[in-house]
């Protein structure tokens, strides 16, 4: 299969990328480069399949140039997955998070409609579930209400996708990721930032009492379900939850890398965060039942993994 993946030198689209080259793909990769955060990160992580996967630096915002990248490159699959991530920086710069996911996202659909491309997958986010109290969150749950420009963004997406479907009979599939975190993972994460405040001895910033809870997904569980998708041939239109359905607290979260570093954190606590949400917990019957989908990675095993590579890439 030839796979165009946007983001693809990003955390999940650079694993993805790896991916699928080791599965026999031809894959190409677009990606600005922007200074979300340090650039060198995301060109170290396209180094290593950069002679595999030609990587065109390009803005999605460009309807021009995505479309001759489309159809040049004659895709059977778009995996779609560059994005302004973050739910505090959208609520300080709404308008960059509305022309880069809504109308990013606009482009690549119309150049996959022109240029033929028979499938299309979208990284959405359970941040789409905003404050809902029916847990876990299914596919199927009326969406009414998000509470920051992020989610608000991504579920925009989704329905863009949809009537590509509906109108064009273009095949979309949007998965709603779960605090995806493993090697590689974006430094301004948690996971990621606390990791390295609490090896270097600095104090970590605790939004709220601790009690917000997490469903943590691990790189690897997240990829192999969008790797599914590749064969995925159900409904024309589909959305599927990619977590691991367990919860975590911000308390036990933090505790659980205490652990795996040998070191206490110092923390210091501060009041909730405006668009944090104080639950995401995923229900993956349906991705289990259609995708195979089979995560097993838990909390409990996978921080020590990060941390063991977040200590190696240090040396």
Same mark, same amino acid.
């Not at 990587?55 to 915002?61: K, M």
């Not at 509906?166 to 975190?181: A, D, E, Q, S």
């Given at each position: ?7 693809? /030198? ?16 031809? +894959? ?29 630096? /390009? ?19 778009? +995996? ?47 941040? +789409?579930?905003? &404050? ?15 509470? *920051?420009?992020?989610? /608000? ?39 990621? *930032? ?13 939004? =709220?009492? =601790? ?63 405006? =668009?944090? &949400? ?10 289990? /039942?259609? $995708? ?14 990060? &941390?063991?590579?977040? $200590?190696? *890439?240090?040396?």
């Amino acid at each position: 299969m030839k796979i165009l993946v946007t983001g693809g /030198a990003g955390f999940i689209g650079s694993h993805f990328v790896e991916k699928c080259l080791a599965l026999g793909h031809s +894959v190409a990769v677009v990606d600005e480069f922007n200074d979300f955060y340090d650039p060198a990160i995301k060109r170290a992580n396209v180094a290593g399949f950069a002679k595999d996967a030609p990587v065109h630096e /390009a803005d999605i915002r460009d309807a021009d140039a995505m479309l001759r990248i489309v159809k040049d490159g004659r895709f059977d699959s778009i +995996v779609h997955l560059a994005a302004r991530a973050g739910v505090r920086p959208s609520i300080k710069d709404p308008r960059l998070y509305v022309e880069t996911n809504i109308l990013g996202t606009l482009n690549l659909l119309e150049a996959a409609k022109q240029g033929n491309v028979p499938r299309f997958i979208c990284a959405s986010s359970s941040s +789409v579930y905003g &404050v809902l109290k029916t847990l876990p969150f299914r596919e199927d749950l009326a969406l009414t209400q998000t509470i *920051s420009p992020y989610a /608000a963004t991504k579920l925009a997406g989704e329905q863009i996708c949809s009537n590509f479907s509906h109108l064009f009979g273009l095949r979309t599939i949007n998965l709603r990721f779960f605090t995806v975190y493993g090697p590689r993972q974006r430094p301004d994460l948690a996971i990621h *930032s606390f990791t390295k405040a609490i090896h270097e001895g600095r104090s970590i910033q605790q939004f =709220g009492d =601790g009690s917000t809870r997490r469903d943590y997904t691990y790189i690897d569980d997240i990829i192999q379900g969008m790797t599914a998708c590749l064969a995925y041939e159900g409904q024309l239109c589909d959305v599927f939850n990619l977590g691991e359905s367990q919860t975590t607290t911000l308390s036990d979260l933090i505790a659980t890398i205490e652990r795996a570093l040998g070191k206490k954190a110092v923390i210091e606590k501060k009041p909730d965060q405006p =668009g944090d &949400v104080p639950v995401t917990y995923a229900d993956i019957t349906k991705a289990k /039942a259609l $995708l195979a989908y089979d995560p097993h990675t838990k909390i409990a095993e996978g921080i020590p993994r990060f &941390v063991e590579w977040f $200590l190696a *890439s240090r040396k």
